[in-house]
C-alpha cells in the first residue's frame, strides 16, 4: 500500500520559512518524480513544484519561482519543499504526490496522494 505522508507545516509570519517534508512508503521512491500542489480554501488545487527521479530537472510554478526549493533524498524516500520569504497567499493545504518515471511526467496527473500539511502565514 503506498502512503505519501506530509510533515512541517504550521503557522508562520509572513516573511518567514518552513521545511515541508514528505516520507514515501510501498512504492519504489527512485521510480518517481515527486510534486507538491497547494490547495488554498475557496480555490482549486494548483501546481506548486516537481522533481524528476534523479533529481536533474525541477520545475516550479512562477508564483513560487526563486522562494521554494523541491529537492529529494532517495536513500530516505523522501522529498522537501522549502519556503522562504512566506506571504499570505502562500497560505493553503500542501499535498505531496507521486508520477511514474515517465516522458511527460510534468504535466502528467500523479499516481498517488497525500493527505496534506496545512501552512498558515499570518500578516
Known amino acids: 500500500q503506498v502512503q505519501l505522508v506530509e510533515s512541517g507545516g504550521g503557522l508562520v509570519q509572513a516573511g518567514g520559512s518552513l521545511r515541508l517534508s514528505c516520507a514515501a512508503s510501498?512504492?519504489?521512491?527512485?521510480?518517481?518524480?515527486m510534486k507538491w500542489f497547494r490547495q488554498a480554501p475557496g480555490k482549486e488545487r494548483e501546481f506548486v513544484a516537481a522533481?524528476?527521479?534523479?533529481?536533474?530537472?525541477?520545475q516550479y510554478a512562477d508564483s513560487v519561482k526563486g522562494r521554494f526549493t523541491i529537492s529529494r533524498d532517495n536513500a530516505k524516500n523522501t522529498v522537501y519543499l522549502q519556503m522562504n520569504s512566506l506571504g499570505p497567499e502562500d497560505t493553503a493545504l500542501y499535498y505531496c504526490?507521486?508520477?511514474?518515471?515517465?516522458?511527460?511526467?510534468?504535466?502528467?496527473?500523479?499516481?498517488?496522494w497525500g493527505q496534506g500539511t496545512q501552512v498558515t502565514v499570518s500578516s
Open positions: 504526490a507521486a508520477s511514474p518515471a515517465s516522458p511527460g511526467w510534468v504535466r502528467r496527473t500523479p499516481n498517488y
Open positions: 510501498g512504492l519504489t521512491f527512485s521510480s518517481y518524480a
Open positions: 522533481i524528476s527521479w534523479i533529481s536533474d530537472n525541477t
